[in-house]
């Protein structure tokens, strides 16, 4: 049983086209994550859920939008996709952050 | 906000040294911790220190959480081909928000 489950495993689609990525855990944690992972491999936080309020909003555009409809699943909608939003998405779920996340495998964004 | 260097940025070994890497921050953390991401997978925890100058061993790993709570060392001995990765430290700060603050990450190259 995968923990911490995310699709598509790839996604290319054309600029100015809407996406969504769907994450979904069954370690029974209380808190999501969506990060992303730039060319150079840097980790950056976008949001964070606890059992579905939204906690942790960095300064991400307005595009991305998160929604967790139950705390075992963390969606991630993203509007008038840009080139810039080339990327790997990783979702990533905890008990708590000092115990560590576990991640899913990542979703590879390619914008044309 | 908070950052932690982590260096050496790559570095390229042959099969059988022994590796090390560090990470440090100008703050300090609570907790401690290393992953490893392969190519096309999400990071995986590796180990996880919660007490200053703690020495944990996972199999041929091992890490260190620095006494002065502001860095962590990785050691891999014996290093084999499979050992291919980035790894990252990531550094939590109790009474901080629900994240971890991750390091840029080490690639690691084994030559056979």
């Known amino acids: 049983d995968t923990a911490v489950s995310q699709t598509p495993k790839y996604l290319v689609t054309q600029m100015g086209n809407d996406k969504s990525i769907k994450c979904e855990q069954n370690l029974g944690h209380d808190t999501m994550y969506w990060y992303k992972q730039d060319s150079k491999k840097f980790l950056k936080i976008m949001f964070s859920y606890n059992n579905k309020e939204l906690i942790i909003n960095e300064t991400v555009p307005n595009r991305f939008s998160p929604k967790s409809p139950d705390k075992a699943h963390l969606n991630l909608h993203i509007n008038s996709l840009e080139l810039g939003d080339s990327a790997v998405y990783f979702c990533?779920?905890?008990?708590?952050?000092?115990?560590?996340?576990?991640f899913g495998s990542g979703t590879r964004l390619t914008v044309v | 906000g908070q950052q932690l260097n982590q260096s050496p940025q790559s570095m390229f070994i042959q099969e059988g040294e022994d590796v090390s890497m560090n990470c440090t921050s100008s703050s300090i953390f609570n907790t401690w911790l290393w992953y490893k991401q392969e190519p096309g997978e999400g990071p995986v925890l590796l180990i996880a220190l919660y007490k200053a100058g703690e020495l944990t061993s996972n199999g041929r790993l091992t890490a260190q959480f620095g006494i002065t709570r502001k860095d962590s060392f990785l050691n891999i001995s014996a290093s084999i081909p499979s050992d291919v990765g980035i790894y990252f430290c990531?550094?939590?700060?109790?009474?901080?928000?629900?994240?971890?603050?991750f390091g840029k990450g080490t690639k690691l190259t084994v030559n056979p």
């Open positions: 990533a779920s905890s008990a708590g952050a000092w115990v560590g996340y576990t």
């Open positions: 990531a550094g939590h700060s109790q009474g901080g928000s629900e994240k971890l603050v």
